[in-house]
């Protein structure tokens, strides 16, 4: 449609139309238990560190593996290798249907977490799942294109999404890893899959276009995160094919730039 057709049907002339200017407000204005005692958490990880070391588990690359955690366990998650991403979904361990949603904890934090912001469950449950208590690249920050770690944007690389773009069928994603894990080890359906935790992952929104984007993953050999669960849980997480996310989807990704995770779960005596 030509923009002169287009202005004649919406009954626009050649005037910009203009809106009144307000200050952004924030929504959802830190609700007091998404505010968590830095003292308390601070505290709770010590206890798990000085505690017992009661599962390690490697995610292979480009697979996905699942583990539990009781309330107050403190789970480390290491690039242990070389540079990766990787995708985390959680379950409450004890009723399945209450799950991560990570757009209503974009909304109460931010679209990337931050040490002490926490992972909500859907509706009609809304409770913290888990506290984000360490992370070895915090300094990160936001950098000058707006990107920043650990994003709850993005919803996880799949092959529905690849075909679309290649027009080609493929298994290898972090969907159909983790759809395998949960099946294979928990007896779990595709449909338990659900929109992810990007942990180490940089992603952002370009400023002209507010397009997804993402850069390579600055972690490096030896960094890592901790989160604290704050009830009984199932975890699942992807040690994502698209490896440190150096190269955009529908490209082939070398199998060097591809690495395990290492997961460690430590417990208060
Ligand atoms: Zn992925």
Partial sequence: MTESKQNSWCGR???PREFAKHQPIICYDKPASALVSKEEYDNKRYEALTGELVETLVVPKREARTWTMLTGDLCRITVHEGSQVGDVNFWNLDNRQERFY???TRQLHGAHLRVYDRLWSCLPYLRPMATFVFDTLAQYGIDED???LHDVIGTRCD?????LITGQERVGSCHSSLVKAVV???GMTEQDVHD?????MCTGFTRDTEQYFCKPSPAQKGDFIEFIADMNLLV???ACPQGDVSIPVGVQVPDEKCHP???EIFRKK
């Fill in 13 to 15: 002339h050649d005037k």
């Fill in 102 to 104: 990570s757009g209503k």
């Fill in 146 to 148: 707006g990107g920043a």
């Fill in 159 to 163: 092959d529905y999404t690849y075909k």
């Fill in 184 to 186: 294979e080890e928990r």
């Fill in 196 to 200: 992810v935790w990007n942990i180490f």
């Fill in 236 to 238: 699942a997480l992807s």
């Fill in 261 to 263: 995770l290492k997961v």
